[in-house]
């Protein structure tokens, strides 16, 4: 299947500069059609590319037309003849109880059973192969000012509303209660029905929202989190440091509550603008030299409360407003009231006051479920941390970026590959950085790194986990557990996506300090993705915090 902008390049509005001929359609296979084809309810183009959702679902037909679920427009007096004019046969899917059809209030499933219309687009898949949930509906679509959006994402004219006649495929625009609500505008029942109808609120720590209602001849601004009444017009936007969550959000600018209580367009969705650091850093940690403040906006500081003081003890990732990613030994036998993070720190010194820093405590640890510590020799050594709020990004604290198709780092990191790391752990005086450090590690290919480790330590490298170093005094030490491996994102060089966690590295004969001479063994974030964002939704849908939303 051809991604939809693939498709819509596809239109090639490819003009004879000569003739003045009219735009040709491209079919996905190499033909081409005459333009006016596309959407006709037939297929055209031998491989049908012509007449699909997401070339047709933004089509408005003419008032004397019947619109085909996937958008394309025939003569009414198609529907119901006994002959499919629509590609999909639509058009003979609801002409009351007959050998093949559905009632006129059933929806048709592609495998042939009828369910009720209001099941339609409701979240749950009620036809076998779920068809009600995936080939109809449009969740994204824009409809005009001037025309009313189905419950489906369909568009129709607003005076097809309650006009006796379904033009909604789920016949949202002829419900009762959209119907009963016109006739309540025109004052016949006024504050009997409107008083009861009203949009979901709009709520979101990730956008700034205003909105405005009309009241005569004047707009009056009301608040957004409250449940806002049809004619409302919500003017929205991304907050600073977030994007739009997805190409069909880039130009969502504002929505229209309808006279059904459902808004005209989805609400604007954003995402943090991850991954963004200026990062020019040379050698590190051990024999590393200390970076600038923000230089790794997304490094968080983990503090250890011990004897009424609070002690630096690892590093981790921030990766969204309350989640940082770190290592699970970093919490093995502690619990979220003894432990705290710090975000935007440049110093290791707890009680140092820095600008645009802050301290959050933690509501949830959780760990992978398949880490036993030193017991299962490091395998899966990898944390979530849920903090009590959400943090507020600036210039200096910001999230780094997951790759949520990642499933295994040798897919995306060869040998040699650099990734960029920072820390406040041992330095080659033996002592904790006061200072946040950064460097680049080169990846080592597992057969390498386990032919140059020490011999008692090669069992701690696994499939869940890679190795990274130099092999000459640089690297990463005590007190650099958890922190993140980042490498330039493959679609955007100027992101960062996290990798690898520090885990586990040999040490020096007869210290407890590691041996930089050696490589250090990393937690393969590619392997825990779904794991991450399945617990990241599940915090979403226990807590309802919108800022836990990835996608």
């Known amino acids: 299947m051809k991604v939809i902008s693939t498709l819509f390049a596809k239109l090639a509005l490819i003009y004879c500069a000569k003739t003045q001929e009219a735009p040709n359609f491209i079919c996905n296979d190499g033909h081409s059609v005459n333009i006016r084809k596309i959407c006709d309810g037939i297929k055209d183009c031998s491989d049908g590319s012509d007449e699909v959702l997401k070339l047709c679902k933004r089509t408005i037909c003419p008032l004397d037309n019947f619109r085909c679920y996937y958008g394309a427009c025939i003569s009414n007096k198609f529907k119901c003849d006994g002959i499919k004019q629509c590609a999909d046969g639509s058009d003979e899917s609801q002409c009351g109880r007959k050998a093949g059809s559905c009632e006129i209030n059933e929806y048709k499933c592609s495998t042939g059973e009828c369910i009720p219309l209001e099941k339609l687009c409701d979240g749950n898949a009620d036809c076998k192969e779920n068809s009600d949930e995936t080939n109809i509906c449009d969740k994204v679509t824009a409809c005009p000012p001037s025309t009313h959006r189905c419950k489906v994402g369909s568009c129709v004219y607003l005076s097809q509303r309650c006009d006796g006649r379904r033009d909604c495929i789920d016949g949202s625009?002829?419900?009762?209660?959209?119907?009963?609500?016109?006739?309540?505008?025109?004052?016949?029942?006024?504050?009997?029905?409107?008083?009861?109808?009203?949009?979901?609120?709009?709520k979101s720590n990730r956008i700034n929202a205003h909105c405005e209602v009309p009241f005569g001849l004047n707009m009056g601004i009301i608040p957004c989190d409250v449940p806002l009444p049809p004619g409302t017009i919500v003017h929205h936007e991304c907050k600073p440091y977030y994007i739009p969550a997805s190409t069909s959000h880039?130009?969502?600018?504002?929505?229209?509550?309808?006279?059904?209580?459902?808004?005209?367009?989805?609400?604007?969705?954003?995402?943090?603008?991850?991954?963004?650091?200026?990062?020019?850093?040379?050698?590190?940690?051990?024999?590393?030299?200390?970076?600038?403040?923000?230089?790794f906006p997304w490094h968080a500081v983990l503090f250890t409360l011990?004897?009424?003081?609070?002690?630096?003890?690892?590093?981790?990732?921030?990766?969204?407003?309350?989640?940082?990613l770190t290592a699970a030994h970093c919490t093995w036998n502690s619990y979220e009231e003894i432990l705290r993070i710090g975000l935007g720190k440049h110093y290791s010194d707890y009680y140092k006051e820095e600008d645009y820093a802050q301290i959050v405590n933690i509501s949830k640890i959780i760990r992978q479920p398949a880490y036993q510590d030193l017991a299962g020799n490091y395998g899966s050594d990898i944390a979530i941390l849920v903090l009590t709020g959400s943090v507020d990004f600036s210039p200096v604290i910001r999230p780094t970026c997951i790759d949520w198709n990642l499933d295994d780092i040798t897919e995306h990191l060869s040998?040699?590959?650099?990734?960029?790391?920072?820390?406040?752990?041992?330095?080659?005086?033996?002592?904790?950085?006061?200072?946040?450090?950064?460097?680049?590690?080169?990846?080592?290919?597992?057969?390498?790194?386990?032919?140059?480790?020490?011999?008692?330590?090669?069992?701690?490298?696994?499939?869940?986990?890679?190795?990274a170093g130099w092999e000459n005094g640089t690297g990463v030490c005590n007190g650099d557990s958890g922190g993140g491996l980042v490498f330039p994102s493959e679609q955007n060089p100027n992101k960062f996506t996290i990798q690898g966690i520090v885990s586990v590295s040999p040490r020096r004969p007869g210290t407890s300090f590691c041996d930089p001479n050696y490589y250090t063994v990393f937690t393969k974030v590619g392997m825990y993705v779904r794991w991450i964002y399945d617990t990241l939704q599940e915090i979403h849908d226990d807590e309802s915090d919108n800022s836990q939303v990835i996608l």
């Open 306 to 324: 011990e004897e009424g003081n609070w002690t630096f003890t690892c590093g981790g990732s921030l990766i969204t407003e309350r989640i940082v």
């Open 415 to 467: 040998h040699n590959k650099l990734g960029l790391i920072a820390g406040m752990g041992v330095t080659e005086n033996n002592t904790f950085s006061t200072r946040l450090r950064g460097t680049y590690l080169p990846v080592i290919e597992s057969g390498h790194c386990i032919e140059k480790q020490k011999k008692d330590f090669k069992k701690y490298i696994s499939f869940t986990s890679f190795c």
């Open 173 to 202: 625009d002829e419900s009762e209660l959209l119907c009963k609500n016109l006739e309540c505008r025109e004052g016949e029942c006024q504050n009997k029905v409107t008083s009861k109808i009203y949009c979901p609120p709009v």
């Open 250 to 295: 880039k130009n969502n600018s504002q929505m229209i509550c309808q006279s059904d209580g459902t808004w005209n367009r989805e609400q604007l969705r954003c995402i943090p603008d991850c991954g963004v650091a200026d990062l020019e850093v040379a050698p590190l940690i051990v024999n590393g030299w200390i970076t600038e403040q923000g230089k």
